[in-house]
């Protein structure tokens, strides 16, 4: 698979420089043919121009003057060569390279050739023997180094991170006699790192983390005297930590995360005492935390989570004054949290989850005032919830302990996240907590309300034995087997729907009068199997309000008065596995997710006989019948239309980057956005939705909504998060012109496209935007969108960077929106005044 897509890469390669005019246009003044006569600068004056980095505008002979990225020596000659990083001339940088022969830079110390799109290098490199730094970083660039690094020998800083080379790491690392920074990270480096490393002893800071090498910790080079940075992390490292440390180390980052490293902890590493980072989690360490690690007064984090640690916290971390970060989840640690963790006054992130911690939650939490992310579920903490602890908070989560008491009504305006699942509290649900973005609350049975109450069987989980690496999408995968087992088995007759277990009442009674058949969450009211038949007369065509691609959607109003939406698969559809799958996994995917703008999800039944999902019903319908409709469209004023695009910012940001694994929904389209009365949005149609695993290559078929496919996807088939960053780029721009841009998006990088002003884009139907917050909105909407829709999945933003872009307060505004062109959104910051 990988060669069949690097052979498309080359292929497409291709095809782009054959419909491209590659020529090369001549400095002013100088002839292509007169190469044998043009004096060693003329040459590179040539080459310089010829790269096309700069813009049109730059005069080349003023290069050593006021070029961006460009230095000379006294004698006019080139020795330091970057692409100038602000330029509006980024596009397309790669495309001249290649016709480029590096060795006329004869003079060159600092080459910067990083995120260039390269997939191979510049000839000539080899012959630039002064070179002290050489970045070629942020490139497609794969196989083996192609040079023998014996070629630059005054090499000081080496950096080719984030590209796809194969192979052992160079012997020849060890001649670099000069070398200060060495990064390789980011790649596909296998084997062991070479012993001759250990004679640079220039060395300070040393990345190689994210690649694939094996064998013992080196510990001849974390003993390098002059090193300050060691990030190993990620890679498949064996053996144990080295006592060799040495005295009055420098070292002030060591990173061995993500490792197979085992043993105990040992105590020497008291002596790294400039340590500011150490991160040592994700590995196989055992034992307790030494009491040295007191010694380490510098540390602002100390990660040692998700290993095999036992015994309790050790006090002397509490001299650790200067911590910020501390997290020591996923481990056997017991005991009570140490008195002397009061003392850490600048702590911001405290993570003691998932272990056997017990006792209570001291009072001096709450007067941490920096402390926002707070981690403490998973263990046998008992007693009530300090008082303010939700005050300065962003983060907490408190569940599966037990916790009893009220829960605090004091409740900062910064809390956007609070977990109380599992635990015995009592009393009122404050109001207050309306206010947070995401609260549960489930499997508290003494909570008024009463819905927070879960099944005997989940208690009895919780209380057995202590499953450290519990995950909740394992349990849902079991009964989805469960389900599959039995549909299979459907003609032993076996009769009721499956259901999940995790949020069912304890109560049985009030259970087994509804039958039993299944239950609901989130949704103040039961439903059962029953009234659903009834409201729907079982499933008549009249409740039916459309067809999407996996089954038909009724309505259903419910004896309680309650509306909701179900999607059920016809009979012959459920017999067809790939539909049933799809059904499993929007099931799987939606337990897991909980956003104000994801639909929700109430209650499924799954069974060969009666197989349907259970929504919150949306009375607008999708945003797609919206816009087509003239009449809805009038009422999608701007500021609808803008709050639409946030809401489903929002949601995407909230799967892609706040839920682990990571999902991506694949078929973000305007049918899947849904609005409610009040034009607040919801995404929806998971079935094609994919829990990223970050150990499989996630390749796939193809899938998603014509019109709203990545490009990449045609010939990567790998999906990402980027696939639905484009996709939400279509809807974006969609939302704004009215209808889909269809051709218009293949062609925003011509010159007629990009001379277009972005009012003559914007949906006719509505007069244009009046008021300056309207203008300024849908140009930044119309921004972000074409950003989302660049055909480079890299250069497009993530949707946490999107969501965040909504919400920040804009800068002051600078140019007419009249005047605003696309091209001006394409390449430069814009600020829109309603001077008109
Ligand atoms: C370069 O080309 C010009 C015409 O294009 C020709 O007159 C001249 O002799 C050529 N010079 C060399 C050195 O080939
Ligand atoms: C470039 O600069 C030189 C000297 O500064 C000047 O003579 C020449 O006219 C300039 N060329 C352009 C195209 O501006
Ligand atoms: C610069 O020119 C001087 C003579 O003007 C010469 O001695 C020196 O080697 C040159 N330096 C470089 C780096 O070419
Ligand atoms: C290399 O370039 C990348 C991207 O421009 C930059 O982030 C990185 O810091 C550079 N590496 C070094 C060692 O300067
Ligand atoms: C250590 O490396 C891992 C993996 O590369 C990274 O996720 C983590 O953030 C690093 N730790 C610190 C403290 O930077
Ligand atoms: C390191 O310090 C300890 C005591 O502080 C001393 O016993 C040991 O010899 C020192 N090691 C080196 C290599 O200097
Ligand atoms: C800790 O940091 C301070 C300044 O930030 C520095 O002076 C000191 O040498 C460092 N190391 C130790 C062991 O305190
Ligand atoms: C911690 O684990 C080690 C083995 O991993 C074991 O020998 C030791 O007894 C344990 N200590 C405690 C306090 O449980
Ligand atoms: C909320 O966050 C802001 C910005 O980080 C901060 O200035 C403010 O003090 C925080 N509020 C509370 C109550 O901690
Ligand atoms: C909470 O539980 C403790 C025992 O763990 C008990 O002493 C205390 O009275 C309980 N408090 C409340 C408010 O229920
Ligand atoms: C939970 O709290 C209730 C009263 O608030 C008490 O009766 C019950 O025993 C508690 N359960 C546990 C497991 O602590």
Redesign the pocket.
């Known amino acids: 698979m990988a060669i069949y897509t690097s052979i498309l890469m080359v292929l497409i390669q291709l095809l782009l420089c054959a419909s491209s005019n590659s020529y090369t246009i001549l400095p002013p003044g100088t ?7 043009v004096s060693p600068l003329d040459k590179e004056a040539y080459a310089l121009f010829s790269l096309h980095w700069w813009s049109i505008q730059y005069n080349i002979s003023n290069r050593c003057n006021n070029w961006p990225g460009v230095e000379c020596n006294n004698n006019g000659s080139i020795t330091k060569l970057s692409p100038p990083k602000d330029s509006t001339y980024t596009f397309k940088r790669d495309l001249y390279i290649r016709d480029i022969d590096f060795s006329v830079f004869s003079n060159l110390v600092h080459l910067d050739l990083s995120q260039m799109d390269l997939y191979e290098l510049p000839l000539g490199l080899s012959s630039l023997k002064k070179l002290t730094l050489l970045n070629i970083s942020s490139n497609n660039l794969q196989d083996e180094i192609p040079f023998s690094l014996a070629n630059f020998p005054q090499l000081m800083v080496f950096d080719v991170s984030n590209n796809l080379f194969t192979g052992q790491i160079p012997h020849e690392i060890g001649m670099l006699e000069n070398l200060v920074t060495l990064d390789l990270s980011f790649n596909m480096f296998s084997g062991t790192i070479p012993l001759s490393l250990s004679h640079v002893t220039s060395l300070n800071h040393l990345r190689i983390s994210n690649n694939q090498l094996d064998g013992e910790l080196p510990s001849t080079i974390l003993s390098l005297f002059q090193l300050k940075t060691v990030d190993l992390s990620r890679n498949r490292f064996l053996g144990k930590l080295p006592t060799t440390f040495v005295n009055n180390s420098q070292l002030r980052n060591l990173n061995l995360s993500d490792n197979r490293i085992g043993g105990y902890i040992p105590c020497e590493i008291g002596k790294l005492d400039n340590l500011v980072v150490l991160d040592l989690s994700l590995n196989q360490l055992a034992g307790p935390i030494p009491d040295q690690i007191g010694c380490l007064k510098n540390l602002t984090s100390l990660h040692l989570d998700s290993n095999w640690i036992n015994g309790s916290i050790p006090s002397s971390i509490g001299l650790l004054t200067h911590l910020k970060e501390l997290t020591l989840g996923f481990n056997h640690i017991d005991g009570l949290i140490p008195a002397e963790l009061e003392h850490l006054v600048h702590l911001k992130v405290l993570d003691i989850s998932n272990n056997a911690i017990f006792g209570s939650i001291p009072k001096w939490i709450s007067a941490l005032t920096q402390l926002t992310d707070i981690r403490l579920q998973g263990n046998q903490l008992c007693g009530v919830i300090p008082y303010g602890i939700l005050i300065h908070s962003i983060h907490v989560d408190l569940s599966r302990n037990h916790l009893n008491g009220s829960i605090p009504s004091q409740i900062g305006y910064n809390l956007s996240y609070l977990d109380l699942n599992h635990n015995n509290l009592s009393g009122k649900k404050p109001k207050e907590l309306e206010s947070i973005r995401f609260y549960y609350l489930y499997c508290n049975p003494f909570l008024d309300d009463g819905y927070y109450d879960c099944s005997d069987s989940q208690d009895q989980r919780d209380s057995g034995h202590h499953n450290h690496h519990f995950s909740p999408s394992s349990i849902v995968l079991v009964l989805i087997i469960v389900a599959s087992v039995l549909i299979s088995f459907s003609s032993i007759g076996i009769g009721i729907c499956v259901l999940r277990a995790r949020y069912r009442r304890k109560h049985k009674n009030k259970a087994a009068k509804h039958g039993d058949l299944f239950s609901i969450w989130n949704y103040d009211g039961k439903i059962a199997f029953e009234d659903i038949i009834e409201a729907t007369q079982d499933f008549d065509i009249r409740y039916c309000i459309g067809t999407g691609a996996y089954g038909s959607v009724y309505k259903a109003k419910l004896p309680s008065g309650k509306t909701v939406a179900l999607k059920k698969l016809h009979k012959t559809e459920s017999e067809n596995p790939s539909y049933y799958k799809s059904f499993c996994n929007e099931v799987e995917v939606l337990t897991e997710i909980r956003h104000r703008n994801i639909i929700r999800l109430y209650g499924y039944c799954l069974h060969n006989r009666c197989m349907f999902l259970v929504y919150e019903y949306l009375e607008r319908g999708s945003l797609f019948c919206n816009l087509a409709d003239e009449i809805e469209a009038q009422e999608l004023n701007w500021r609808k239309r803008v709050n639409i695009i946030k809401g489903t910012a929002y949601a995407l940001a909230h799967m892609h980057h706040h839920c682990t694994p990571p999902i991506v929904h694949r078929d973000v389209s305007s049918n899947n956005i849904l609005l409610n009365s009040e034009l607040e949005v919801c995404v929806s149609d998971f079935g094609t939705a994919r829990l990223l695993d970050p150990d499989s290559s996630n390749q796939t078929l193809l899938v998603g909504t014509y019109g709203y496919v990545a490009p990449e996807l045609a010939y990567t088939m790998c999906v990402t998060t980027k696939c639905d960053v484009y996709s939400f780029g279509v809807v974006a721009l969609e939302t704004m012109m009215g209808h889909h841009p269809g051709e218009f998006i293949s062609t925003l990088t011509k010159p007629s496209t990009q001379q277009l002003l972005v009012k003559d884009v914007l949906d006719p139907r509505i007069p244009l935007p009046k008021s300056r917050k309207d203008m300024q909105d849908v140009v930044h909407v119309v921004k972000l969108a074409l950003a989302c829709l660049s055909s480079d999945p890299k250069s497009r933003p993530s949707m946490q960077v999107v969501a965040n872009e909504f919400l920040v307060s804009k800068a002051p505004i600078h140019v007419s929106f009249s005047d605003v062109s696309m091209y001006q959104l394409m390449n430069q910051e814009v600020y829109v005044i309603d001077k008109n």
């Not at 002839?31 to 006569?37: D, E, G, H, I, L």
């Open positions: 002839q292509r043919n007169a190469t044998s006569k």
